[in-house]
T-cell receptor, first 114, second 116 residues
């Protein structure tokens, strides 16, 4: 079992470009969560998705950020027109489904905006 | 809204000694989970220990144990016989108990250094 796979591990973007972060959940997991970690901070919840549905996006910035989890393929966190303040580590976690089973985290993608 | 506070930004401990990391939280919920996660330099988030709020008995995992004081809303982590591999950031986290998973709320972390 490969665990939660995130890629790329490091991503550098210039201001104004788009960033796409990918997350493949553990085999058998249909629930995905995205968290953002700013330097010297804890993780902050962004969005919770099931296959083809956004369940909770209360932590997502209203502009420039979007997330999807298609029927086939990984979950994608997309940041348009990146700014320096978007520089952070972005973590994905997955779980099997309803009822608490705990989360498995990926190793994160570190986004640097230059 | 729930909040989690870790009042110790950094701590250090001698190898083989015991150290306690503090965590307090604020919630109006009665049913919830509490967690300690470890984040080594590799950045991987590793679950150390978990406590269900309805259980009075403190959770224990090998050298790791917690002191859960529900009335005081306190959830400290004790690491016994500290090892060099315990060097990492440690995050306390809260999760409201619902019919399904709910987001984790994290503290800002404590950076622990184990010294040889």
């Amino acid at each position: 079992n490969a665990g939660v796979m995130q890629n790329p591990r490091h991503l550098v973007r210039r201001r104004g470009q788009e960033a796409r972060l990918r997350c493949s959940p553990m085999k058998g997991h249909s629930h995905v969560y995205w968290y953002r970690q700013l330097p010297e901070e804890g993780l902050k919840f962004m969005v919770y998705l099931q296959k083809e549905n956004i369940i909770d996006e209360s932590g997502m910035p209203k502009e420039r950020f979007s997330a999807e989890f298609p029927k086939e393929g990984p979950s994608i966190l997309r940041i348009q027109q990146v700014v320096r303040g978007d520089s952070a580590a972005y973590f994905c976690a997955s779980s099997p489904g309803l009822g608490f089973y705990g989360y498995t985290f990926g190793s994160g993608t570190r986004l640097t905006v230059v | 809204a729930q909040t989690v506070t870790q009042s110790q930004p950094e701590m250090s401990v001698q190898e083989a000694e015991t150290v306690t990391l503090s965590c307090t939280y604020d919630t109006s919920e009665n049913n919830y989970y509490l967690f300690w996660y470890k984040q080594p330099p590799s950045r991987q988030m590793i679950l150390v220990i978990r406590q269900e709020a309805y259980k009075q008995q403190n959770a224990t995992e090998n050298r790791f144990s917690v002191n859960f004081q529900k009335a005081a809303k306190s959830f400290s982590l004790k690491i016994s016989d500290s090892q060099l591999g315990d060097t990492a950031m440690y995050f306390c986290a809260f999760m409201k108990l619902n019919s399904g998973n709910t987001p984790l709320v994290f503290g800002k972390g404590t950076r622990l250094s184990v010294i040889a």
